[in-house]
Nanobody, 117 residues
Framework: QVQLVESGGGLVQAGGSLRLSCVAS????????MGWYRQAPGKQRELVAV???????NYADSVKGRFTISRDNAKNTVYLQMSSLKPEDTAVYYC???????????WGQGTQVTVSS
């Protein structure tokens, strides 16, 4: 089992910044992927950014150039620095931990990000 605890969400004006954090604990595999997904009301959950333990990174086109994902493997923590936030970034942001080529997948409880115009 893996537990994920997210923090850092909140209310911010358009153009502002927020930093999300997600700490993983429990049975952590050395090879894994940690990332952020989001779900806005009435929409499907979508990928925001993901980073593997080897350092490979992938971003959704909608956040490229504005969001930066990073991780501290020693602390089993992944971060999402969000800048130039837009109202359309408003969503619940979820942290996800997964082990490639396996059934292991865990989700955090979600943290609300609200961007006002």
């Amino acid at each position: 089992q893996v537990q994920l605890v997210e923090s850092g969400g909140g209310l911010v004006q358009a153009g502002g910044s927020l930093r999300l954090s997600c700490v993983a604990s429990g049975s952590i595999f050395s090879i894994n992927a940690m990332g952020w997904y989001r779900q806005a009301p009435g929409k499907q959950r979508e990928l925001v950014a993901v980073c593997t333990s080897g350092g490979s990174i992938n971003y959704a086109d909608s956040v490229k150039g504005r969001f930066t994902i990073s991780r501290d493997n020693a602390k089993n923590t992944v971060y999402l620095q969000m800048s130039s936030l837009k109202p359309e970034d408003t969503a619940v942001y979820y942290c996800r931990y997964s082990v490639p080529y396996s059934q292991y997948e865990y989700w955090g409880q979600g943290t609300q990000v609200t961007v006002s115009s």
